[in-house]
C-alpha cells in the first residue's frame, strides 16, 4: 500500500497477504464471514456493542491470560501492573541521557534501549526473558522460565520493583510464576513501545514542526495499531446483538478496518497527525488502538509518555527513517507493526 505523508513523499508499506486481503475484501463492511465458526467485525457501532456485551474472558485476555495452565488473580494482575508502573515512572524522572544513539534498525534499537532503561539493572536471568527471540515461541520462553527459576535471586538495590516481586517470591514454583509474570508485564513495555514507535516513524519521520508528539502517536496508532484485532470467543451475547452472527461464531474485531474505514475519516490511508488537533481519540467512532472504554489498556499511561519520550530525543537529534528505504513489510503477527525501519541521522 503506497502512502503520502502530508503529500509529501511516497513510502510502500507492504502488508502480509493475509492482512492486505483483510484490508482490500473488506474495509468499510460492517461484518463479514472469515471461516465457518468466525466472523470479524469492522463497524464502528457493532464493533462498540460487541466489546461492550461482555467482559473479555481470561482466555481472551492478551497479557493475562492463564499463565501454564494457572489462572491470574486480578490481585496478582494488579501487583504487576503496579511495580511496572513504578519502575516506567522513575524511568521518566530520569534525565535522558545525552550520548545515546538511537540510530540503527528499529523496532530493535527502542527494544534494547528501553529493556536497559527500565531494567539495566535486574539480573541477566531476567533481562534475557526481553529477548526478542522469545517472542517466537511460548514453548522456549516457558523453558527459559522454568530453568531460571531453579535458583534464588540476589538484586542490586538499584534493581527494579517489577525484579523484586521475583526475589521475595518463596519456592521454586512461586519463583517460576513470578518470572512468568515478570515477562507478561515487563516484556509488552519493550516490544509495543519500540513497535509503535517504529511505526510513526516509517509513517511520518521526519516529522513537521508544528504536529505534537501525541498527534503523531494517535495517528500512528491508528494506521498502524500494534493490537490490529480483539478476539472474542462464540458466547451468547452476539447473537443476541445480531443475527448474522450464529451461536458457534467467534468475533474478530478488527481496528486495523475500522481505523481505515473511508465512512469515518477523512483521506483515510494518509498520515495526517493535524487531524487529532479537532478528534477526540477517546470518543471517536471505530477508534480503538486501546480497546474498548469498557476494557481500556492497562499499559496506555506508560505507553504513551514513554513513546512521547523516544520521540522526542529522536526528533531532538534529527533521526528519521534513512531516505534510501522505500519499502518497509508489515508481518501478519500478533503485535502489527514495520518489520525494520532503518534510522539515520538527516542529512542538511
Ligand atoms: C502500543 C502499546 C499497546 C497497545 C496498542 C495496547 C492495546 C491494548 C488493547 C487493544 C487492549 C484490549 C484487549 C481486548 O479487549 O481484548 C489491551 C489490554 C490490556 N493491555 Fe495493552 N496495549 C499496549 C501496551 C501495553 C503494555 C505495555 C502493557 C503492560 C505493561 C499492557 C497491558 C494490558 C493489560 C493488562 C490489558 C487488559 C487485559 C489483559 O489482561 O490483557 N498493554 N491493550
Known sequence: MDMRISGRRVRTTVFAPRLAALLRDHRGKDLFRLDDDTVGVAGAELSDR????????????????????????????????????RDVRATLKKPI???????????????????????????RRLRFLM???????PKLT?????????????LQPEASAIAASVAHAAGYHERRYAMGLYRRTAAPVCFTISTLVANALWLGAPFDDD????????????????SWNMLRNASPEYPALDARIRAKDDVLVLPLLSHRD???????????????????????????????????????????????MFLAVLREK???VSPQQTTAQVPLAGLLGVAEVRVEPLRA
Open 318 to 320: 534529527g533521526l528519521a
Open 142 to 154: 516457558w523453558t527459559v522460565i522454568a530453568t531460571g527459576a531453579m535458583f534464588r535471586l540476589r
Open 211 to 226: 504536529w505534537s508528539n501525541r498527534n503523531i502517536l494517535y495517528e500512528a496508532l491508528r494506521l498502524l495499531p500494534p
Open 262 to 308: 473511508p465512512a469515518l475519516w477523512d483521506d483515510p490511508d494518509e498520515f495526517r497527525p493535524e487531524r487529532w488537533n479537532s478528534l477526540n481519540p477517546d470518543q471517536h467512532p471505530g477508534y480503538l488502538p486501546f480497546g474498548h472504554k469498557s476494557e481500556r489498556c492497562w499499559g496506555q499511561h506508560m505507553v504513551m509518555p514513554l513513546a512521547e
Open 50 to 85: 460487541i466489546l461492550g456485551a461482555r467482559a473479555a474472558t481470561e482466555f481472551e485476555r492478551p497479557t493475562f491470560k492463564p499463565l501454564h495452565g494457572r489462572s491470574i488473580p486480578r490481585a496478582d494482575a494488579l501487583k504487576s501492573m503496579q511495580a511496572i508502573g
Open 131 to 137: 529477548d526478542r527471540v522469545l517472542e517466537l515461541t
Open 97 to 123: 541521557p545525552i550520548e545515546v544513539d538511537l540510530s540503527g534498525p528499529w523496532p530493535h534499537v527502542g527494544h534494547v534501549y528501553l529493556r536497559d532503561l527500565i531494567l539495566g539493572n535486574d539480573p
